[in-house]
């Protein structure tokens, strides 16, 4: 505390200027007690603050591996689905190269028929011929006969083996006209396959086109398929690096925190040790607030303590 007692002539400026330190001195330890005060509650809430933020930015991270996950997990179900629609093009490739295969076997028991029905002409021609023989031969025994009954009692047993020879005859017409309807209605029968094999090559370019349509649409799935496995492989990429990023900035903000509660422990200590010093004022803590200032310079809130006259004595203070 500053003094107001007389002192000789020769020392009066020496009180003058002790007492001017005094007060500087005074000056600076109040600015240097509020100013710690201000910035420990500066602190408290930076540190708040970060905590805060710590949290958060802990649940983004958390939110994010989620996120990662489930964009892991889609892009390995779209990879899957991308090669499933290859295997069913693999698959449609093979069909459609099995049903051309199969228009040609079509194309094939078509001129094979063909062929039957001409061979069937053929033989018609055959039955045709053995049908005039037989018929000849039946005439022939004919004319045996009516030759062994003019021979009389000599020609009986010519005419027996005429008679046998006619029967023949008749049965081997019979027969051949047996084997001619038979003819006809195989060559019926081959004429009503032939018809139908266009029918099934009809039904094969049908299933060939369905095919090929199929494959298309499948080759384009196939395609998006990849496009959007690699579209979201990229989402991935950067969701990961995003999460990585995340991670360090919490990281950061706890030690932010930290430091801050460092400072504000620093700074308690300090205007503890300032409160030690008697500068004639009490020294007021600054409220935690949301979004605090910059105080205004303590030099410009002097104290209003001035240099008093009195005369007593000892009014020395430590401090």
């Not at 051309?100 to 194309?107: K, L, Q, S, T």
């Not at 023989?133 to 025994?141: N, S």
């Not at 009692?153 to 081997?172: Q, Y």
Request: aromatic share 4%; proline share 2%; hydrophobic share 40%.
């Amino acid at each position: 505390m500053s003094t107001s007692r007389s002192f000789p002539s020769d020392y009066a400026s020496l009180r003058d200027d002790f007492n001017l330190t005094l007060e500087g001195l005074k000056e600076l330890i109040g600015a240097v007690s509020l100013s710690a005060t201000t910035i420990e509650s500066g602190a408290n809430e930076i540190a708040t603050a970060s905590e805060d933020l710590a949290r958060r930015t802990e649940a983004n991270a958390a939110n994010l591996e989620e996120t990662t996950a489930a964009i892991t997990q889609m892009d390995s179900r779209l990879k899957q689905t991308a090669a499933a629609a290859a295997k069913t093009v693999s698959r449609a490739d093979a069909a459609i190269s099995t049903v051309a295969d199969g228009r040609v076997i079509a194309d094939d028991a078509v001129s094979a028929m063909g062929r039957v029905s001409d061979s069937a002409k053929g033989i018609d021609s055959v039955i045709e011929g053995l049908d005039k023989i037989a018929f000849q031969t039946r005439v022939l025994a004919m004319n045996a006969a009516v030759e062994a009954g003019r021979a009389g009692e000599a020609g009986r047993g010519f005419a027996v083996v005429a008679d046998l020879v006619s029967a023949l005859a008749m049965r081997a017409e019979e027969e051949a006209g047996r084997a001619r309807d038979q003819l006809t209605t195989t060559q019926s029968e081959i004429l009503s396959a032939v018809e139908m094999v266009p029918k099934v090559d009809g039904a094969f370019v049908g299933i060939s086109n369905d095919v090929g349509e199929v494959h298309d649409l499948l080759g384009n799935i196939a395609k998006d398929n990849n496009a959007q496995a690699n579209a979201v492989s990229e989402i991935s990429d950067t969701v990961n690096a995003m999460d990585q990023t995340t991670q360090q900035n919490a990281a950061m903000v706890e030690q932010t925190s930290a430091a801050a509660r460092n400072l504000a422990s620093e700074v308690m200590q300090l205007t503890q040790a300032a409160s030690h010093f008697n500068i004639g004022q009490p020294t007021e803590r600054v409220a935690v607030r949301s979004g605090w200032n910059k105080p205004e310079a303590y030099a410009q809130q002097k104290p209003g303590r001035s240099i008093t006259s009195s005369s007593s004595a000892g009014e020395w203070s430590s401090f």
